[in-house]
């Protein structure tokens, strides 16, 4: 009795340029078709550094390694300012506000009411080393972009 020839559940692999494969019945074409690639997460291009600080009941705000990122100090004068709903705080020499001497940042009240900001709101703080500032984004700020994504993640488009 001879072996019965089995033939392969693999097809052979096609020479480079190749796009027909020669088997028992003759030659058959082969569509090629590329292989789906998953979409790539962009890597980071700033140099920014992140923090989460909770605001006390005198609107303060203590982030060590924010503060060490940007070289500020206890004394530093400030200026703070609102744009679009975030503040916006840089180093100026006549600023209103300072660092205090245990390297909290103060919100003045006003500013504070006009971004919603409340006693024990967690505020996302964003320091740009190379721009020498400090952004603020009140949870407002951060449920307003949220949405925005969440809606275009749930529409299938890249956000």
């Known amino acids: 009795m001879s072996p019965a020839v089995i033939s392969p ?3 052979p ?3 480079r340029g190749s796009d027909q494969i020669v088997g028992a019945s003759g030659v058959m074409s082969v ?3 590329s292989l789906p690639l998953p979409s790539l997460i962009p890597r980071r291009t700033m140099a920014v550094v992140y923090g989460l600080s909770a605001l006390d009941d005198r609107g303060r705000l203590a982030d060590r390694t924010i503060m060490r990122a940007l070289g ?3 004394g ?3 200026d703070i300012g609102e744009n679009s709903g975030l503040l916006v705080i840089r180093p100026h020499d006549h600023g209103e506000c300072h660092v205090t001497t245990q390297g909290h940042l103060r919100v003045p009240a006003p500013l504070r009411h006009r971004c919603g900001l409340h006693t024990g709101d967690r505020v996302l703080l964003a320091a740009d080393p190379h721009q020498n500032r400090l ?3 009140p949870p407002a700020a951060l449920d307003a972009f949220i949405a925005g994504q969440a809606i ?3 529409d299938g488009e890249s956000a």
């Open 13 to 15: 692999l096609l020479p």
């Open 72 to 74: 500020w100090s206890a």
């Open 135 to 137: 952004v603020l984004y």
């Open 31 to 33: 569509a090629r078709r």
């Open 9 to 11: 559940v693999v097809p």
């Open 152 to 154: 275009d993640s749930m």
């Open 76 to 78: 530093l004068r400030l």
